[in-house]
């Protein structure tokens, strides 16, 4: 008789996102005519930009033409795009990243799920509380935290970095030394952004104890103040220490598409071993590679067209976000996020725990957001709004919020 992996069988309850979807057509099933406003999930709604449309227009050209079809792709994607990576999202910002240091993938999910295979299992996690949830139950799969414990609401052997309003949502030093550290700036949930100077505290405290931070770096084009870094390689000795996981989704809307890239310099080690080695290996064993079609599409986001219209896009989202925020403010509710992430973050009102409210703003609203405690205990007592929805519907939404 085969067995089962007994890490899954420590996963606790179901992933987030279903438990919403589920609730959003059990009421939809007993409301049939309820006119349904979405500002959980943060899938974008405009469509992709026509520069990018183009070039997938002539990459489907190119693989109808025996002289320009393209099989399987690279490992770690094809020179044209990584070049235009490296320029644009390094050289130009000053930091010192080569593109052979890039490895082009299916999204930055995928591969935040996947980077923990190269780490042993004997490693101390540290994430910030709340916490997108794949940092953590990815780890339990691979076995790297003890059981659940009902009454912290977290896994044994993992360390929890709360993110509370009374330190800005930004996590401090932990007391117990982790061997690997998750950071996601622009933050989801929360929205918060962090300062060079903060981020520069985490680089020097990594390299200090001989930790890896895994930085998440999934929505700076966001990013609106200038002291919140787009990179953590814009910090002294990050090449030492720090593994980067970009996207493509948020800022050229590539939810569907699907593109993204990790980056893991040369000069990271443990020991004599090169963790870039490591990867490389990993990633051409088990991947082969993003179409060549969505890869000459990544090429089209960094064209003179393409940063102009997907900055309109980012307007347009961010304009959203200003809605939600303002919206929710003059109505006596206690707000943050927005600024340099398309997220909303506010305390629920009164005493309603967050699925409460999830409730009362589903049957009295219409609108459905995401409840905090599914990313973590002290997303407790707060709500997640995504700026992702159309205009139209943000202002709705935050009209029928605000009369509730």
Known sequence: MFTINNNYLKLQGSYLFSNIAKKVADYQHQNPNADMIRLGIGDVTQPLAPAIIKALHSAVDDMANAETFHGYAPDKGYDFLRNAIADNDYRNRGCDI???EIFVSDGAKCDSGNIQEIFGPDNKIAVCDPVYPVYVDTNVMAGRTGNYNPDAQNYDGMIYMPCVEDN????????ETPNIIYLCFPNN??????????????VDYANRVGAVIIYDAAY???ITEKDVPHSVYECKGARHCAIELHSFSKNAGFTGVRLGYTVVPKDLKCGSVSLHDLWSRRHGTKYNGAPYI?????EAVYSPEGKEQLRAQVDYYMKNAKVICEGLKNAGY????????PYVWLKTPGRLSSWEFFDELLSKANVVGTPGSGFGAHGEG??????FGTYENTVKAIERITKM
């Open 220 to 222: 700076e084009a966001y």
């Open 189 to 202: 949930p929360t929205g918060a952004g962090i300062t060079r100077a903060e981020l520069q505290e985490w």
């Open 98 to 100: 080569e593109a052979d």
């Open 382 to 387: 707060y709500f997640r709004l995504s700026a």
């Open 294 to 298: 969505v890869q000459r599409a990544g």
């Open 334 to 341: 206690s707000v943050s996020g927005g600024i340099n992430a």
């Open 168 to 175: 800005h949502f930004v996590p401090e030093l932990p007391k």
